[in-house]
């Protein structure tokens, strides 16, 4: 094997212990000791990422159902909310954002991401959106030929 100048490149035989060209250290073993040490840092910088991505998908379910019912026990309450007002003034416009809101909790229901309690009240709130839509679809289809044909 020759040994190669770190500092000038010339090519010495490899029992030289420094550079004929320009004297500097053939160690040999300096270039080599940086690339064993690199190996030896980067192997526990792996092991403490490993732990960490393990522990950030498992903190992040863990932590969702805690807080999830609490959210999402409001959601029937809005989605029938959004359901009546669209009954009484707003027509689909509330009415079916409102069945929306209750199928996604029928849903959130169905995984196990919200309380049993809020199933009847979400059920409502989709049929019941669904009903009122199509009859406001109707009523405005119907209001819109009256005013049609009113004018002809
Ligand atoms: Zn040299």
Redesign the pocket.
Known sequence: MQKI?P??R?INPAEAAF?R??A?PLGAVAPQAPQWGQPQQAAPQWGQQQPGFGNQPFGGPMQAPMSAPVQESNRPVIALVLVIAGLLCCGFLTSIPGAILGWMEINAIKEGRAPQTGMTMSQIAFYGGIVVSILNLIGSVIAVLVLLSGNM
């Open positions: 100048c500092s000038c010339e550079c060209s320009c500097t």
